[in-house]
């Protein structure tokens, strides 16, 4: 196949357009699957047995803030229609290498987090210095029931290992939490509540914002999730933008020096009776096997990389759609066909008398 042949005639450069292509479509990837781990977050923070999230008015879900917890308790639990208000008391701890969000909450609260078949091994929280934690971060730390963990100036004994997919990675008794932080009273970041007839959520969540309190469904948390990390965007776009571009000016560059090249062999094909559409779709099949090419080798650098962050990194979450490997193939093509598209149309118009005495 001529098109084959052709770029084959030139291996190192093929190899580097090919990799070029292919490090824009891994980078495109790669970035778009670390965005899975705030879904990772918010499917995490919504498995519980509620209908709405209340914070502090001024704080980011992202900050562990502080309310009294026993008198908004008692406001919430004074709202008609709410059946139970859930404080947690959400801090820093770190673990496995890295920072995790420890969940305060009240042992007689767990049923609502979990159930007892999510228990692994061990049992569920009761009082005292101890904590649970999932089977990932367990997974991830080499924890075991029966370990003791130091940290803030106290121990705490690990008593179960929960399900992955629980709502936090690690759980311990809220006033256990308080005491370690020095803390007076009960405080919590923010409540989980539960609504006594579901019908009546969008009613019971004004009532609560009339008090001044920050509220929304489960639903709705991954986009006020999201927008605490509103320039995650930006940077993943800014990223793929400069990779594309570097892409489009490499198969520019590769394809146009292919046809400077090979000025004589066109017109020899134009002269022997090759028309203009002809020349057009050779030039443009050859930077299409280099596309081609190119979104091999990038899936093949994103299944490495995600390897790689994994191994690395392995409580982090790198999620990848299907459709999103459909969409950076579509980019990286139409990328490589139109950087490809100026030499291709040059090599078509060229003069076959010009071109046969091109040297």
């Not at 046809?259 to 779709?281: D, N, P």
Request: net charge negative; aromatic share 8%; hydrophobic share 50%.
């Amino acid at each position: 196949m001529l098109p084959l042949a052709n770029i084959l005639a030139r291996p190192l450069r093929t190899a580097v357009s090919v990799l070029a292509v292919g490090v824009g479509v891994a980078l495109f990837l790669v970035l778009v699957g670390l965005t899975g781990m705030l879904d990772e977050i918010a499917r995490r923070t919504t498995q519980v047995e509620a209908h709405l999230m209340v914070w502090p008015a001024s704080d980011q879900v992202v900050v562990s803030g502080g309310l009294p917890a026993e008198k908004v308790e008692k406001d919430l639990e004074g709202v008609a229609g709410v059946e139970h208000a859930i404080p947690v008391l959400r801090w820093p701890f770190k673990m496995a290498g890295r920072v995790q969000n420890v969940y305060g909450i009240r042992p007689e609260d767990w049923r609502y987090f979990a159930s007892e078949d999510q228990i692994l091994e061990g049992r569920a929280l009761a009082d005292g210095p101890e904590m649970v934690i999932d089977a990932r971060l367990a997974a991830a730390g080499g924890y075991r029931v029966g370990q003791t963990v130091e940290r803030w100036g106290h121990a705490f004994r690990i008593v179960g290992i929960a399900k992955e997919g629980v709502a936090g990675r690690v759980f311990m008794p809220i006033d256990t939490v308080g005491e370690a932080l020095q803390q007076t009273s009960r405080r919590a970041s923010f409540f989980y509540v539960r609504v006594v007839d579901p019908s009546h959520v969008a009613a019971v969540r004004e009532a609560i914002r009339e008090r001044g309190l920050n509220v929304f469904t489960l639903e709705e948390f991954y986009d006020v999730l999201a927008s605490s990390f509103i320039d995650m965007d930006l940077v993943i776009g800014s990223v793929v933008f400069v990779a594309g571009f570097v892409c489009f000016l490499v198969i520019l560059l590769t394809v146009y020096t292919m046809v400077i090249e090979r000025t004589h062999e066109i017109g020899i094909l134009k002269g022997i009776g090759a028309s203009r559409a002809q020349v057009f779709g050779l030039v443009l099949s050859e930077a299409g096997l280099i596309a081609g090419a190119g979104i091999v080798t990038g899936f093949l650098l994103t299944w490495g990389g995600r390897a790689l962050i994994l191994h690395l990194q392995p409580l982090w979450t790198v999620e990848i759609p299907p459709l999103r490997y459909l969409l950076a193939a579509l980019l990286a093509a139409g990328g490589t066909l139109l950087g490809a598209a100026q030499p291709a149309a040059r090599a078509a118009r060229q003069d076959p008398v010009e071109s046969l005495r091109y040297e």
